[in-house]
């Protein structure tokens, strides 16, 4: 994270040069090492990993889910019955 934070540091102090009409060196931003490649891999890199996550809460809510059904369905049987 701090080297995103540092290449984003650099990329803001080109974009300023930039603006004031200097010959900025464009692989910081957009060079296999540049802003740009980390933050594609750190977007690449959360999104593999977090399909755990998700699977686990869909899982989590259809088991809650399910016992919510299956008790209504137990109340109701003995309540009919008796």
Known sequence: MKKV???????LT???AFAEGATVNT???????GVL???????EAVAS??????TAIVAVGLL???GRVMIRAVRA????AM
Do not use: E, K, P
């Open 64 to 66: 809650i889910w399910l």
């Open 5 to 11: 934070l540092s290449m984003l540091g650099v990329a």
């Open 14 to 16: 080109g974009a300023a």
């Open 27 to 33: 692989d910081v931003i957009t060079g296999s090492t």
């Open 77 to 80: 049987y003995f309540s009919t």
């Open 37 to 43: 490649t980390s933050v594609q891999s750190y977007i």
């Open 49 to 54: 990993n977090s399909w755990a996550i998700i």
